[in-house]
């Protein structure tokens, strides 16, 4: 089996905003292979990556990604990862490769599930797959009432851990950030995990960090992410030893196993998080699960975007047990929530349970997304190189 075609879709909302909001716009794919389909997303911009797949070689270690991939063998994973070390070595200077892979990954994932009649955590090598807890992943309001109001909403449909990030947080004073802090707390109540999201808006400035130290340990924060820029390894390192009780988490800036392995060595974080969307698909995610349970280190998925792209992201950790949290966008863009037909909805215990379907267990949903599809073509020397496909066929 052969891989025929991958087809790229642009979506978007019809007006995008300034916010730190992934859901925003989408860049979908389409492998076909044989008589079977497999969908991915990624966590890219959707046009540059368009551009990345179908451009013009530049040079030997600079050629598009479709160069890597069109036509190759598939019969197992072991060929996924075959055409990745292809893809690193050709498009090693096309710096958007990484996280265009990541979602035609995805969907060969998705593909061969579906040919092999097995969901992906199995094909992976897991024997069962174990329930998560989901965190309510929100942003910070403007102002700690609207903090309280959101950490409230949350509480209310049945969340046991919150995670606010960016907004305004770090941006001014360590007062004003104490109070979305104490915001968030009073929100979903004393027993409740409360993560946060710095959002690297401190760069590399550990004194800066520090400083919200005290405020997080009096809201028994769970962790502090992103404090830094994903290669500042010192500062993390630095800032990790500064409290006992607030442990920091990073990773979702990695787009390859030793980015996110060096954060785990050398940057001291107590939680890993991977975006499958970014790191280069489901199989480098499910390499750093794997170490990350050999340093002792908890793996989380980070996911902002569509119920596909959140499958994708539980699957490289469903069969650890004790690696339980997981990332849940609560408030998706409708073009998020349209990508799909079917959600993955906490059940009465307020826990996720993985599809046992095959591949990524989800169905896309082609024929309501047509209104979010942005039609581009791309020429060059008046060739096209590219044209937005049919959704539908």
Known sequence: MKIDSVDLFYLAMPEITTDADGSQDALLVRVRAGNYEGWGECEAAPLASIAAYVGPMSHGVCRPVRDSVQGRELKDPRDIGRIALDVEYNSMDLLQAPHLWSGIEMALWDLLGKKAAQPIWQLAGYTRAYSKIPYASMLFGNTAQETLERSRAACVRGFRAVKFGWGPFGKSSVKADADQLQAAREGLGPEGLVCVDAGQTWGGDVGAAAARIPALEAIHA???????????????????????????????????????????????????????????GIGPAKRVADYAVRRGVTYV?????????????????????????????????????????????????????????PGLGMTVNVTGLSRYLVEVEIVVKGKTLYRTPSLAS
């Open 222 to 280: 769970h962790w502090l992410e992103e404090p830094f820029q994903t290669g500042a390894l010192e500062s993390y390192a630095a800032l990790s030893t500064g409290s006992p009780r607030v442990k920091l988490a990073g990773g979702e800036g990695a787009h390859n196993f030793d980015m996110a392995r060096h954060l785990i060595d050398y940057g001291k974080i107590g939680f890993i998080q991977i975006d499958c969307g970014r790191i280069g």
């Open 301 to 357: 998925n980070h996911t902002f975007t569509s119920h596909l792209a959140l499958s994708a992201s539980l699957q490289p950790f469903a069969g650890l047990a004790d690696h339980k949290i997981c990332e849940y966008p609560t408030a998706l863009k409708q073009l998020a929530v349209d990508l799909t037909t079917n959600h993955l909805c906490p059940d009465r215990n307020g826990e996720i349970q993985l599809p046992d379907a």
